[in-house]
Antibody, heavy 118, light 112 residues
Framework: EVQLVESGGGLVQPGRSLKLSCVAS????????MNWIRQAPGKGLEWVAYISSGSSYIYYAETVKGRFTISRDNAKNTLYLQMTSLRSEDTALYYCARHNSYIPFDYWGQGVMVTVSS | DVVMTQTPLSLPVSLGDQASISCRSSQSLVESNGNTHLHWYLQKPGQLPQLLLYKVSNRFSGVPDRFSGSGSETDFILKISRVESEDLGVYYC?????????FGSGTKLEIK
């Protein structure tokens, strides 16, 4: 069974940093691209970042480019999102999701809440 | 960025009715190899999103055949042939042909 479990969220002040993790199990993590997607309270879905299976290809939404860094450790089956210079508009539930070739976001984690507030 | 426009924003239905949701993209979603990367997701109340259809019309594992998808280029439709209570929630279309990947704003399927 595919499982994705996020952690690392919480309340953080504007301008500070936070690092999210997503531990994968139930599939060969190193064979799949991965994504971060977020959902602000009461709002729709916004794709944040993508990383290919071997980390060769990395893409970001313009809203986070230069502030967020996606990375992965295939030996630990773990995906990361380093978030810096956080803003109130980054407040959201952050999901990690698997990217299966031509099928994006086929499995999702339960999400981790990030609240940016003073 | 490719803008995905979903209509309607809210869709009141009676159980057993057919429901249709439209998704339009601001540019063609056909890739150079002929693939069209338009997908549909459902987020049930209080739950994480789940994949329903990928590449326009392919049902994901376990998705009932009352869900179907059609369309091409910039215009796409999700149809639910006989709405059941478990189908209620917010439906999103997603394009992954162009970067950045973009979602529609969502269509809330609710009981009339």
């Amino acid at each position: 069974e595919v499982q994705l479990v996020e952690s690392g969220g919480g309340l953080v002040q504007p301008g500070r940093s936070l690092k999210l993790s997503c531990v994968a199990s139930g599939f060969t993590f190193s064979n799949y691209g991965m994504n971060w997607i977020r959902q602000a309270p009461g709002k729709g879905l916004e794709w944040v970042a993508y990383i290919s299976s071997g980390s060769s290809y990395i893409y970001y939404a313009e809203t986070v480019k230069g502030r967020f860094t996606i990375s992965r450790d295939n030996a630990k089956n773990t995906l990361y999102l380093q978030m810096t210079s956080l803003r109130s508009e980054d407040t959201a539930l952050y999901y990690c999701a698997r990217h299966n070739s031509y099928i994006p976001f086929d499995y999702w984690g339960q999400g981790v809440m990030v609240t940016v507030s003073s | 960025d490719v803008v995905m426009t979903q209509t309607p924003l809210s869709l009141p239905v009676s159980l057993g009715d057919q429901a249709s949701i439209s998704c339009r993209s601001s540019q063609s979603l056909v890739e150079s190899n002929g693939n069209t990367h338009l997908h549909w997701y459902l987020q049930k109340p209080g739950q994480l999103p789940q994949l329903l259809l990928y590449k326009v019309s392919n049902r994901f594992s376990g998705v009932p055949d009352r869900f179907s998808g059609s369309g091409s280029e910039t215009d796409f439709i999700l149809k639910i042939s006989r709405v059941e209570s478990e189908d209620l929630g917010v439906y999103y279309c997603l394009q992954s042909t162009h970067l950045p990947f973009t979602f529609g704003s969502g269509t809330k399927l609710e009981i009339k």
